[in-house]
């Protein structure tokens, strides 16, 4: 594609982005969970929305749920142990209840309207006052000072195939053109098996150095992913971040799973 061609592209995708968004809010549309009517763009009721299995109540650098802790709590037990390569994670909501078959639509049946209903809550939480990631572009916000980068967790090469697209290249994508981030790549250095089945120490271990970043990295980077189980995933793109010259890495998912579940 040439220069003009590619600027024709990009005008095209401005214009559809801006028209797809326009027509949400113009027309009725409704909730993702129980379909009630809603206006306004937004793809859930109140109601629904209040109800969501939010993860408030979680560690602070890995957010594992932590049922009965203050919010914003202290390192668990596990980070104390061990930290993780990311400086802190924000994750919020956890992977139960709705959250569990909205993402199965999304991963595994590539439903669009799951996708973006997943991205829009995710990239609605970023922009609000628990997310750590305000206080990471205020800290990022000098006009001299690079815009952090988001870097999302590579696919396997042959589950990609089998599922027809790249689900977290997906909502990299979109959620860097909510929050206006550029993105940047990593790439495996290895195909990697699944991680069902596995505990936390032989996760860390199928997945250590798994991952490259090529290109050099701004000061702050983002690494997301769509599910964060125990963090062993995030944890190997970060350490391959901060090789790449990143300083200082958040972990971003949609939803977190409890430690019971692993």
Same mark, same amino acid.
């Given at each position: 594609? =040439? ?15 801006? +028209? ?9 549309? $409704? ?10 763009? /937004?793809?859930?009721?109140? &109601?629904? $929305?209040? /109800? ?32 993780? &390569? ?27 309207? &799951?996708?973006?209903? +997943?991205? @829009? ?7 609000? /006052?628990? @997310? ?11 006009? @001299? ?16 195939? /089998?599922?027809?697209? =790249? ?7 979109? +959620? ?22 596995? =505990? ?34 995030? =944890? ?27």
């Amino acid at each position: 594609m =040439d220069l003009i061609g590619a600027r024709i592209w990009r005008r095209a995708r401005w214009l559809s982005l801006r +028209l797809g968004d326009g027509l949400r809010r113009a027309l009725p549309g $409704y909730c993702a969970f129980c379909l009630t009517p809603v206006r306004g763009g /937004e793809a859930w009721c109140t &109601a629904c $929305y209040r /109800e969501l299995p939010w993860n408030s109540r979680a560690c602070r650098r890995c957010a594992e749920p932590l049922p009965g802790s203050p919010v914003n709590a202290v390192e668990c037990g596990r980070c104390l142990k061990r930290l993780p &390569a990311f400086d802190t994670a924000f994750v919020p909501l956890r992977y139960e209840s709705h959250l569990t078959s909205l993402v199965h639509r999304f991963k595994f049946s590539a439903d669009p309207r &799951a996708g973006e209903v +997943l991205m @829009s809550l995710l990239a609605t939480a970023c922009r609000g /006052e628990m @997310s750590p990631l305000s206080e990471t572009w205020r800290q990022a916000g000098a006009v @001299s000072a690079p815009r952090p980068a988001i870097v999302g967790v590579p696919g396997q090469r042959e589950r990609t195939r /089998e599922r027809g697209f =790249d689900h977290v290249a997906w909502l990299a994508r979109r +959620l860097s053109e909510r929050l206006a981030l550029p993105v940047h790549s990593a790439t495996r250095q290895r195909e990697t098996p699944t991680q069902r089945g596995l =505990d936390r120490r032989a996760r860390r271990r199928n997945v250590g150095g798994a991952f490259l970043v090529q290109e050099r990295l701004p000061p702050v980077v983002i690494v997301l992913d769509d599910v964060m189980t125990t963090g062993a995933t995030l =944890d190997s793109l970060a350490q391959a971040c901060h090789a790449a010259g990143a300083e200082r890495v958040v972990a971003l998912a949609c939803a977190r799973t409890p430690s019971g579940r692993i």
